[in-house]
């Protein structure tokens, strides 16, 4: 899927590779996720390389981004444990293909004409060492069997190797440096785009942008990231504009298959609940992560 097309639905609703030949060594492999939360350390969730793009290019530390993967976990997978899902793998019953990885990359079909599961196949080539990398090269790399039609990738093995391979991947590095980066591409960059040219720079705001991106896509028709934000006013107060993007996403957040009802209510209100809270920073945040997230998936 791409940023100026996006307009794909997730599951349940579940860098461009600027990392120098320096950087792009070994992304060291996450604890688990109540392992590392325990011992207070959401920095051991990422790699250094990774930690310090996501530094550099949105501004947010470690333990934002660790809250802000909480936030978009439980109604994707309906846990915090972000960190266990880097193979994640399951066919979807909609015609859109697999859902693969901790921000749920589809393989596309026809729900789902513009996914971004075959851009996550050529960077995860292009980490690996790939001189001219591609979709087939990533495929390859994996041991696992497709082919392109159009922009949508079938998958031709069955659904049980092809995940049972995906699956194996949980701690490759390289596979999580590739996941990373397609994130970044897809949805995180233009996220913090939009949050910046409102003046705004806020976890809480950045991750609302990026949960609503890809829940909804980042562009394209009225329901994705783009056109939520065109129909949220052009108040300059953070916490007045972001009352209205939440008031707004809440209209559409249960239609379209985006979330089953009412997941998707229940999502938005745990951003809505911590920036009325005050918990902007998202930082020293974990019981009220907790809090906002205590909801049962339907």
């Known amino acids: 899927m791409t940023t100026t097309t996006n307009s794909k639905i997730k599951r349940k609703s579940l860098f461009s590779i600027l990392l120098s030949s320096a950087i792009a060594a070994t992304?060291?492999?996450?604890?688990?996720a109540q392992q590392?939360?325990?011992?207070?350390?959401?920095?051991?969730?990422f790699s250094p390389a990774t930690l310090q793009f996501l530094k550099t290019?949105?501004?947010?530390?470690?333990?934002?981004?660790d809250n802000i993967m909480k936030l978009v976990n439980k109604p994707e997978q309906d846990s915090l444990d972000w960190t266990k899902f880097y193979g994640y793998c399951e066919k979807l019953p909609d015609?859109?293909?697999?859902?693969?990885?901790?921000?749920?990359?589809?393989?596309?079909?026809?729900?789902?004409?513009?996914?971004?599961?075959?851009?996550?196949?050529?960077?995860?080539?292009?980490?690996?060492?790939?001189?001219?990398?591609?979709?087939?090269?990533?495929?390859?790399?994996?041991?696992?069997?497709?082919?392109?039609?159009?922009?949508?990738?079938?998958?031709?093995?069955?659904?049980?190797?092809?995940?049972g391979k995906i699956n194996a991947l949980q701690n490759n590095s390289k596979w999580r440096d590739a996941i990373w980066s397609t994130f970044y591409d897809v949805y995180i960059k233009y996220s913090v785009q939009q949050a910046r040219q409102r003046g705004f720079s806020s976890a809480l705001t950045i991750g609302s942008f990026v949960?609503?991106?890809?829940?909804?896509?980042?562009?394209?028709?009225?329901?994705s990231l783009e056109g939520v934000l065109s129909r949220s006013g052009t108040s300059k107060d953070e916490k007045t504009f972001m009352t209205s993007?939440?008031?707004?996403?809440?209209?559409?957040?249960?239609?379209?298959?985006?979330?089953?009802?009412?997941?998707?209510?229940?999502?938005v209100k745990q951003w809505s609940t911590l920036l009325k809270n005050g918990e902007t920073d998202l930082k020293n945040a974990d019981a009220a992560i907790v809090q906002v997230t205590n909801?049962?998936?339907?």
């Open 245 to 267: 993007f939440y008031a707004k996403r809440t209209l559409i957040v249960d239609t379209n298959d985006y979330n089953q009802p009412p997941n998707g209510k229940n999502r």
């Open 95 to 163: 015609k859109r293909g697999y859902t693969m990885g901790i921000f749920g990359a589809t393989t596309g079909g026809a729900n789902d004409p513009n996914p971004d599961g075959p851009t996550l196949f050529k960077k995860y080539d292009e980490v690996s060492g790939a001189s001219n990398p591609s979709i087939q090269g990533g495929l390859a790399r994996i041991g696992v069997h497709g082919t392109m039609k159009g922009a949508i990738l079938e998958i031709t093995d069955s659904g049980s190797v092809f995940c």
């Open 27 to 32: 992304l060291l492999v996450a604890a688990p």
């Open 295 to 298: 909801w049962e998936m339907k």
């Open 211 to 223: 949960d609503t991106a890809l829940n909804q896509g980042s562009t394209g028709d009225s329901g």
């Open 57 to 65: 290019n949105t501004g947010l530390d470690g333990e934002q981004w």
């Open 36 to 45: 590392s939360h325990a011992a207070g350390n959401p920095d051991a969730n």
